[in-house]
């Protein structure tokens, strides 16, 4: 399956959801309680439901809970500091531009790179709402991030490195931006140990679209992650799952090579994924 093929499944995926969200005059409202800040609102999707604390949101418009399709809190696991410049790779809605924006304060900067116009569009939109004046949201690919060397501090993404067709591209691309001895700092999906023998045909999970975009089938190994950021040029590289999966939460559209397989073995599989806090850091 050709990169752009995945490129235009994702995109048409999250285009379809922010042009929903756009079009939802309700959801102007703004998240003041525990009832409006998961995404299951939108999806019933179970792995991006409560990552994020009351107090977090708190102020935030409800589009921009409703349209966190993430595994994990990365404003949350990332050390954040007044005056730092953040970068949000695949920023959709806004929720971590926006978090990461408020902890960095008016001397700094957060940024969110994003390639969908609705997304862009709705994440603007929500920083209006919000009363955030220092993010930033940029349209372009995150294999190639429209901002100069050595830009930004610290680097975050939540569940979109493994949307990209080109993933060593990109883990390339967040070196190059960062400056020396700055952060990599990001929530993913991650199959940790690889998949098992008993997926034989692991190339056609691969070509699964449906579950490209629904973060599945295009999810790096723990060590394929590894072995990606040190070619890149990292250091200091660790993994921490934050959740491990089961077959409750995974989207409904399971890849054809998990139908064959018993329950058993189904759940065996599904619990090789989690969502997985990834840091590391440029030398300097």
Known sequence: MDQQTITDAVRMRYSGIAAQLLADGAAERCCDGPCCCDADALEGDRISEGLYAEEEVEGLPLKVSLASLGCGNPTALAELAPGERVLDLGSGGGIDVLLSARRVGPTGIAYGVDMTDEMLTLARQNAAA??????????????????????????????????????EVVLQEAFRVLRPGGRFAVSDIVIHGGLPAMIADEAAMRRDLSSWAGCIAGALSDSEFRDGLANAGFTDISLEITRRYSIDDMPTALPAAFAALSPAAAAEVVGRFAATFVRARKPV
Not at 134 to 151: Q, R, V
Request: charged share 20%; hydrophobic share 50%.
């Open 130 to 167: 919000a009363g955030v004046t220092n993010a930033i949201f940029l349209k372009g690919d995150i294999a190639d991030i429209p901002l100069p060397d050595g830009s930004v501090d610290l680097i975050i993404s939540n569940c979109v490195i493994n949307l990209a067709a080109e993933k």
